[in-house]
């Protein structure tokens, strides 16, 4: 499965970014999909999930900002970002579990500052 993360960029703090996630399979036929990111000097973070067995998930610090959605006539995957921080900042990951096997992205920068 490959997986390729766009839409990532430079924004200023309060304003909004949607990141695409485009995958080499189908992306209803995943057990799993989402995103996560990383910052630099810290570990990689849960940011949102689509999980066939528990549904949609997200990370304690974007709740109510981010919404994780799927278009499955494009088979793309999705991640609104609004209100964003200075702490959103970092490379985002498009994850896939399928089949036992994780599948990674190669990552998106966001940078959000003033």
């Known amino acids: 499965v490959q997986l390729v993360e766009s839409g990532g960029g430079l924004v200023q703090p309060g304003e909004s970014l949607r990141l695409s996630c485009g995958a080499s399979?189908?992306?209803?036929?995943?057990?799993?999909i989402g995103w996560y990111r990383q910052a630099p000097g810290k570990q990689r973070e849960l940011v949102a999930s689509?999980?066939?067995?528990?549904?949609?998930s997200y990370g304690d610090s974007v709740k109510g900002r981010f919404t994780i959605s799927r278009d499955d006539a494009k088979n793309l995957l999705y991640l609104q970002m609004n209100s964003l921080k200075p702490e959103d900042t970092g490379v985002y990951y498009c994850?896939?579990?399928?089949?036992?096997?994780?599948?990674w992205g190669q990552g998106t920068q966001v940078t959000v500052s003033s």
């Open positions: 689509l999980s066939r067995s528990v549904g949609i």
């Open positions: 399979g189908s992306i209803k036929s995943f057990n799993l």
């Open positions: 994850y896939a579990l399928f089949l036992g096997v994780e599948n």
